[in-house]
């Protein structure tokens, strides 16, 4: 997986009177920025899990597991393999891999 970044540049006149530019870049990464997913995130370090167990693990409702389930899954952070009525869930290692080596290419 490719991590794609977005730059984000804010101009601003600082405590001192200087103009300052600070420039952020938004990756895939955002979709970790709810603590829920996060939470998602270290529960699946463990190994896979059925949305039934991360919703009893983490004591929160289907739906609310099953949305962010979803917004991590289109960032490319975890994948789903369907097993008869169950969804299971695990994290995907390429992009963590790429995190790990500090590629961040694609930048605009």
Do not use: C
Not at 77 to 86: F, G, I, R, T, Y
Request: charged content about 30%; proline content about 6%.
């Amino acid at each position: 997986m490719m991590v794609h970044l977005k730059k984000i540049s804010k101009i601003y006149e600082n405590s001192n009177g200087q103009i300052v530019e600070k420039t952020m870049y938004t990756t895939e990464w955002s979709a970790l920025a709810k603590p829920n997913r996060l939470h998602i995130v270290e529960l699946l370090r463990e190994g896979p899990f059925t949305v039934r167990e991360i919703t009893d693990r983490l004591e929160l409702r289907q739906p609310q597991v099953s949305k962010h389930l979803h917004v991590l899954s289109k960032a490319g952070v975890v994948k789903v393999q369907a097993v008869a009525n169950s969804r299971i869930y695990r994290l995907r290692p390429e992009p963590f891999k790429e995190l790990e080596k500090g590629n961040y290419p694609n930048r605009e």
